[in-house]
């Protein structure tokens, strides 16, 4: 129970940043969208440089994870068909619903109910990949 309640708390506060940061206002993302402002930019870089840094910290001093074994990050394959693919359906699916699926439990908290169909969709996406991905490049 005490195990998964630091998990909780660490959703609470991400939630509480991205809510004050406008990370999860639709009016930011459809700036961002249409390039008339840099605010998503700028927290996208600063995850983005958060992130490097923290995977170099993970290989650089062979980080233990919490089940105190050490953390690999195995390297990609080649080839960027998928990528492309994948980023394209991303993006199509984030700019026509202006909410990407981090933010989805945190607008549903915040009380904006209509998020469960992006919810259902992102769900639905996610079943429909799992049939055809056998079939998709990879």
Not at 77 to 98: M, N, Q
Request: glycine letters at 14%; hydrophobic letters at 50%; proline letters at 3%.
């Amino acid at each position: 129970m005490f195990k998964a309640l630091k998990y909780l708390l660490v959703g609470f506060l991400f939630g509480i940043v991205l809510t004050k940061s406008e990370a999860v206002s639709w009016y930011r993302i459809y700036e961002m969208f249409h390039f008339q402002s840099f605010h998503m930019y700028g927290i996208i870089g600063v995850a983005v440089t958060t992130g490097l840094i923290g995977m170099q910290l993970v290989k650089r001093f062979q980080i233990k994870n919490i089940k105190g074994t050490l953390m690999q990050v195995e390297d990609k394959e080649k080839g960027s068909t998928r990528y492309w693919i994948g980023g394209i359906l991303f993006g199509l699916g984030w700019a026509l619903v202006g909410c990407c699926p981090g933010p989805i439990f945190i607008l549903l908290g915040a009380g904006f109910f209509p998020v469960v169909l992006v919810l259902l969709g992102a769900l639905l996406g996610t079943f429909v990949y799992g049939l055809f991905k056998d079939k998709l490049p990879h």
